[in-house]
């Protein structure tokens, strides 16, 4: 038997191998190097685990690397492999495969028959890397397949966020069938308190300062270090959708930065799971805005990122000086000061904005105003949502409809035509989201909103403004009220020192809505202007505010 300095590797998925492979490869391994003659008996042998042979897995393949850093090192004769596959799949990996064996000279045989001494080598290890890798792409195709089949057989195709527990199902003779998810209630008690802090108004940094002082796990275990929560992993779970009973497929983070990085576009489509529900849809969405900005947390003024500059339409600062509190557009002042802009806006106070918006909220108190309001409230009483959900019905069945026609293509033409599979997975992608929608309607149909519109019809909103800019009040709890009563403020400019106008949308749903501590039925708005100006008559000096006719608008500051 000859002698030589040998090294082998060898490699095992979790998607079709099982742990024992590793020791097949090296079995067949070694009675290949047997056949060719070579002593085995001082064979190092390498192997990983569990992981994948796609190229971005690489840098998990800790014995891979010991093996390549061995092989680069001269520290062996031979290296051999089961199947070139086991070292990658990734074309590049391969060629750098290929190159490492022409460069160092050790010989190369794998127990399928490629030999590196083989005159036609590199044409043989060209077309089995070929092969290699259009296999990988192969198994992303069944295991894409794969996930989505369990996905609309109602099962789960990833690890459980906070607030659940998971579920392995098998067969009667032991065969794995799916995972379901399960609400785990003292983890989703924490979940509907996290997104309670963010409806009062406190930022993502307060919300995971709480937890943190409380001592909550974060929502993934510690892996050799300390975890702790963060603003982001706040967010993140805020983000989730399956907390309103939605599963989403390709909508992750993770998913999206993973196409844009191969240049693919990703068609999300939602699941329904009603049965995972942790909040309602109103709680989700209020926490997840899909247009305005977030307004949560941010300073010691409830004033802090709510108003608007009338010029760039930036956010104001407020700044404390000499035991005054004003607003002012930093973003505006800078361009004065790189004589891109003449001038600015200039310096507003706080307490004429206050002044403002008390004279808002009593404007549209006015009997005559809240009183079409509540006739509104009545009529959507009387209605329900039966006209809406009748609509959504009609329009699944005009989907459905489509999509018979779209099959009837498909089998004419045969499943070779990619625009008809382009359309039909759309089609799908849009039943699904009518049925979500039909389910929230159902569930809302019989969850009447009669309850919380007869509370805001009773309640007297003038409650509300005793109690809007308490002191007993945290900042950030009036700044969540603020955002929701007045979706936008602008400061338009100044007629002189001591006044500003501002323009502000005035929502009476949300004042009926919070003087009920109930739900928000109608967010309808109304648009305002306003001018307000210090009163120096008497000490202390006090802000009186005056509503503007509709043409009165206030000349912008150029």
Same mark, same amino acid.
């Given at each position: 038997?000859?002698?030589?300095?040998?090294?082998?590797?060898?490699?095992?998925?979790?998607?079709?191998?099982?742990?024992?492979?590793?020791?097949?490869?090296?079995?067949?391994v070694l009675d290949k190097l047997k056949q060719l003659g070579y002593s085995v008996a001082d064979c190092r042998?390498?192997?990983?685990?569990?992981?994948?042979?796609?190229?971005?897995?690489?840098?998990?393949?800790?014995?891979?690397?010991?093996?390549?850093?061995?092989?680069?090192?001269?520290?062996?004769?031979?290296?051999?492999?089961?199947?070139?596959?086991?070292?990658?799949?990734?074309?590049?990996?391969?060629?750098?495969?290929?190159?490492?064996?022409?460069?160092?000279?050790?010989?190369?045989?794998?127990?399928?028959?490629?030999?590196?001494?083989?005159?036609?080598?590199?044409?043989?290890?060209?077309?089995?890397?070929?092969?290699?890798?259009?296999?990988?792409?192969?198994?992303?195709?069944?295991?894409?397949?794969?996930?989505?089949?369990?996905?609309?057989?109602?099962?789960?195709?990833?690890?459980?966020?906070?607030?659940?527990?998971?579920?392995?199902?098998?067969?009667?003779?032991?065969?794995?069938?799916?995972?379901?998810?399960?609400?785990?209630?003292?983890?989703?008690?924490?979940?509907?308190?996290?997104?309670?802090?963010?409806?009062?108004?406190?930022?993502?940094?307060?919300?995971?300062?709480?937890?943190?002082?409380?001592?909550?796990?974060?929502?993934?275990?510690?892996?050799?270090?300390?975890?702790?929560?963060?603003?982001?992993?706040?967010?993140?779970?805020?983000?989730?959708?399956?907390?309103?009973?939605?599963?989403?497929?390709?909508?992750?983070?993770?998913?999206?930065?993973?196409?844009?990085?191969?240049?693919?576009?990703?068609?999300?489509?939602?699941?329904?799971?009603?049965?995972?529900?942790?909040?309602?849809?109103?709680?989700?969405?209020?926490?997840?805005?899909?247009?305005?900005?977030?307004?949560?947390?941010?300073?010691?003024s409830p004033f802090s990122g709510i108003v608007r500059c009338g010029l760039c339409d930036g956010l104001l600062?407020?700044?404390?000086?000499?035991?005054?509190?004003?607003?002012?557009?930093?973003?505006?002042? %800078? @361009? +004065?000061?790189? !004589? $891109?802009?003449?001038?600015? /806006?200039?310096? #507003?106070?706080?307490?004429?904005? %206050? @002044? +403002?918006?008390? !004279? $808002?909220?009593?404007?549209? /108190?006015?009997? #005559?105003?809240?009183?079409?309001?509540?006739?509104?409230?009545?009529?959507?009483?009387?209605?329900?949502?039966?006209?809406?959900?009748?609509?959504?019905?009609?329009?699944?069945?005009?989907?459905?409809?489509?999509?018979?026609?779209?099959?009837?293509?498909?089998?004419?033409?045969?499943?070779?035509?990619?625009?008809?599979?382009?359309?039909?997975?759309?089609?799908?992608?849009?039943?699904?989201?009518?049925?979500?929608?039909i389910a929230e309607l159902e569930r809302r149909a019989e969850a009447s909103n009669a309850e919380t519109i007869?509370?805001?019809?009773?309640?007297?909103?003038?409650?509300?403004?005793?109690?809007?800019?308490?002191?007993?009040?945290?900042?950030?709890?009036?700044?969540?009220?603020?955002?929701?009563?007045?979706?936008?403020?602008?400061?338009?400019?100044?007629?002189?020192?001591?006044?500003?106008?501002?323009?502000?949308?005035?929502?009476?749903?949300?004042?009926?809505?919070?003087?009920?501590?109930?739900?928000?039925?109608?967010?309808?708005?109304?648009?305002?202007?306003?001018?307000?100006?210090?009163?120096?008559?008497?000490?202390?000096?006090?802000?009186?505010?005056?509503?503007?006719?509709?043409?009165?608008?206030?000349?912008?500051?150029?």
């Amino acid at each position: 038997m000859k002698k030589a300095r040998i090294g082998s590797y060898g490699r095992f998925s979790t998607d079709y191998q099982r742990p024992t492979s590793i020791e097949d490869q090296q079995r067949t391994v070694l009675d290949k190097l047997k056949q060719l003659g070579y002593s085995v008996a001082d064979c190092r042998h390498f192997a990983d685990s569990a992981i994948s042979g796609a190229s971005e897995k690489t840098k998990n393949r800790v014995q891979l690397a010991a093996f390549l850093a061995a092989w680069d090192a001269g520290e062996f004769d031979v290296v051999a492999v089961d199947e070139i596959s086991r070292l990658a799949r990734g074309p590049r990996e391969l060629a750098e495969i290929q190159d490492r064996i022409m460069k160092t000279g050790v010989r190369f045989v794998t127990a399928d028959g490629l030999d590196s001494r083989d005159p036609h080598f590199n044409l043989t290890f060209g077309i089995t890397a070929a092969v290699a890798s259009h296999a990988l792409e192969e198994i992303r195709h069944r295991v894409k397949r794969s996930m989505r089949g369990q996905l609309e057989r109602g099962f789960m195709i990833a690890a459980p966020p906070m607030g659940y527990r998971l579920e392995r199902l098998t067969s009667a003779d032991g065969r794995p069938i799916g995972t379901r998810w399960h609400i785990d209630q003292e983890q989703a008690a924490i979940v509907r308190e996290i997104f309670a802090m963010r409806i009062r108004g406190a930022s993502l940094a307060q919300i995971a300062a709480e937890l943190n002082h409380r001592g909550v796990p974060t929502p993934r275990p510690a892996r050799g270090e300390i975890r702790y929560w963060r603003p982001g992993t706040v967010f993140q779970l805020l983000r989730n959708p399956t907390y309103k009973g939605v599963v989403m497929w390709n909508g992750s983070a993770f998913a999206r930065a993973k196409a844009k990085k191969r240049n693919r576009v990703l068609t999300p489509e939602a699941y329904a799971r009603p049965e995972l529900r942790v909040v309602d849809d109103d709680t989700w969405h209020a926490c997840n805005p899909a247009t305005r900005p977030w307004r949560r947390g941010g300073g010691k003024s409830p004033f802090s990122g709510i108003v608007r500059c009338g010029l760039c339409d930036g956010l104001l600062t407020v700044n404390h000086q000499n035991a005054r509190t004003q607003l002012y557009c930093a973003q505006c002042s %800078q @361009a +004065v000061r790189v !004589k $891109a802009r003449k001038s600015h /806006l200039g310096y #507003a106070s706080t307490d004429g904005l %206050q @002044a +403002v918006l008390l !004279k $808002a909220i009593e404007e549209i /108190l006015s009997p #005559a105003v809240i009183g079409i309001f509540r006739e509104r409230l009545r009529e959507r009483l009387a209605g329900g949502v039966e006209a809406e959900l009748e609509e959504a019905r009609r329009e699944l069945a005009r989907v459905d409809a489509a999509k018979k026609r779209l099959l009837a293509f498909i089998e004419a033409a045969g499943s070779k035509d990619e625009d008809l599979l382009e359309r039909y997975v759309g089609n799908r992608a849009q039943r699904q989201s009518l049925e979500i929608r039909i389910a929230e309607l159902e569930r809302r149909a019989e969850a009447s909103n009669a309850e919380t519109i007869e509370a805001q019809l009773s309640v007297d909103p003038r409650t509300l403004v005793d109690s809007l800019f308490s002191s007993d009040l945290a900042p950030e709890r009036i700044r969540a009220m603020l955002t929701g009563i007045f979706p936008r403020i602008a400061l338009l400019g100044k007629r002189c020192r001591g006044s500003a106008t501002y323009e502000v949308d005035v929502a009476p749903g949300v004042i009926l809505a919070s003087a009920s501590e109930s739900r928000v039925i109608d967010a309808s708005t109304t648009r305002m202007r306003f001018e307000v100006t210090v009163d120096r008559k008497h000490r202390p000096f006090r802000w009186i505010a005056r509503r503007l006719s509709e043409q009165a608008g206030q000349k912008k500051v150029a």
